[in-house]
């Protein structure tokens, strides 16, 4: 199968105006669905957007290449257009572009891979491109490319040539649809070592599977690999080989550089330190270290809310009062109080979980042990002193936060110790050493820590005591309360709000309900708020945080604030201000209204305990949340089309 099989004249328009990427698009599309290549026109295009999400398909130098696989493709095809005044495709290179092919792959089968891969390397030749750019008629337009691919890939081979030996240089390429980036860098990398008379081969992990793969022999004896990746590539293999770590766009555009950096010796050495793959680290810092606590946590927090809910809605059906169960709601049936178990135990592992892989980031597994204890430390409100003489308070997410950063660095100072030490000991390092200074290091520090959020904690509930006893400051106190919920959702803030609440219950009077309900609305609103923003506001969050979205509306409506923790994480000073602000305006609507809750948890499954108009606090839920939602919007800034990408 050549190009031009799957490129119909119909399938071609030259000297198109278009007024934008989107119009450019829609035009490729509707010439693909006139040549009869789609099943569906609508979903193929659906394919096509969700590609350029996670970056734009301009590849520079005028060219564009958007491609999608999509069960809508009757068969593997080509769509082009010619743009001769160009069109903003968002190019890395700035430049508008001239000359779009649009790629039209099946969701199986992967004949046409190669054939499509030829493509992308005949677009990297600046002659070829300029004379399709010129061609008068769709015939011309495929006889240009007839030509050149008879040029390259002859029908019948040549006389073969004796394969290089001694690659100074390999590569492998790798796109996260496999379609054309990925040859697109396999052909640039190739032409720049052939310009820079440098010997090197390139393996193209593309969705058909790895291609030209690189064997042992030519690992040994090259001077070094260049991964020019955007998804997880295996670097086991490459353990003692320099290796230089970028993205599959690097391998387009800077080929000459990545090639020169791997032969002046400017790329360090990888020394792999377990595990089977390893990803490109394209995302360092304190943010990088963050976001993979963050992600590694998610999960717990997901699955852990959605148990509990399942727990209420239990007793719930099972006609257990929420009044009358007070604090044992969730737990009174049977079934109900195993879903509450096991979402208990998932979520008592969030902090830790958190806590450790943080500091795993930070120093890789010796890490994983000190952030691990860390992050439970954290959560038992451990101190120096004897646990059984004093009243412990956990310091919560942002003690384990502490402790995650904390235990990361440590190691490294650790491990930074232990270089001198002799080479006998080696390899009881590990298995020894760093845990046990890790573990004792770590120790000190969060029992350091605990009793200061303990102070917090309790001039805090000292100050709300003060305010509830008079009955004109009821409406500010709710609207206060209300807001402590959204400042660190589940740390001492969080907690003071909730236990001051809960504890108030005791009086069984109307203020004590108010209470509870300004409470309960303010530990609801960030969920939801947040979903509310990742639906209507898109732009501003990336697909991994759209993705977990949808079931922040049930952890929310569920009372379960921990729904948002992981987008405070990754967006502190925009998402903690935008929750606090929407929690704080929800309680004093409550407050306003009269709602009063007599049950401690359960959110809107126990609305039926309410006294009051119950769709007045909806309303009042409704509000908060809404706020909260356009704050998000106007803190956080939309996010490019790079950003956007799921790391």
Known sequence: MRITDLLKQSAIELNVSVASKQAAIDKLVSLHDKSGNLVNAAEYKKGILAREEMGTTAVGMEVAIPHAKSTAVKAPALAAITVPNGVDYEAPDGQP???????????????????????????????????????????????????????????????????KKGYRVLAITACPTGIAHTYMAAESLQKAGDSLNIPIKVETNGSGGAKNVLTEEEIANCDGIIIAADITINLARFDGKPVLQCAVSDGIHKPEELINKIVNKEVPVYHHKGGSADAPKKRGGTYGHLMNGVSHMLPFVVAGGIFI?????????????????GSTFGTVTPAAAWFKTLGGVAFNLMVPILSGFIAMSIADRPGLLVGLVGGFLATSGATFADPGAVNTVPSGFLGGLLAGFAGGYLMLAIEKMCDKMPKALEGIKPVLIYPLLGLGGILVVMCAVNPFMGMINSGMSDGLNAIASNPAMMVPLCALLAGMMSIDMGGPFNKAAYAFATLNLANADDQAYIIMAAVMIGGMVPPIAIALSNTFFKNRWTNEERKNAPVNYVMGLSFISEGAIPYAAGHPLQVIPSCIVGSAVAGALSALFGCKLMAPHGGIFVFATMQGTWYFYLLALAIGAVIGMFMLALLIKPLNKETKKVK
Do not use: Y
């Not at 399942?310 to 059906?317: E, G, N, P, Y």
């Open 97 to 163: 572009c001239k000359l779009i092919f649009m790629i039209a792959a099946t969701t199986d089968g992967d004949v046409h891979l190669e054939v499509l891969a030829r493509l992308m390397q005949l677009l990297m030749h600046e002659d070829f491109t300029a004379k399709l750019k010129a061609a008068k008629t769709p015939k011309e337009f495929i006889s240009i490319i007839d030509a050149k691919e008879t040029e390259k890939f002859p029908d019948e081979p040549k006389a073969e040539v004796p394969a």
């Open 309 to 325: 809910a399942i727990a209420f809605l239990i007793d719930i059906a099972c006609g257990v009062n929420a009044q009358e169960a």
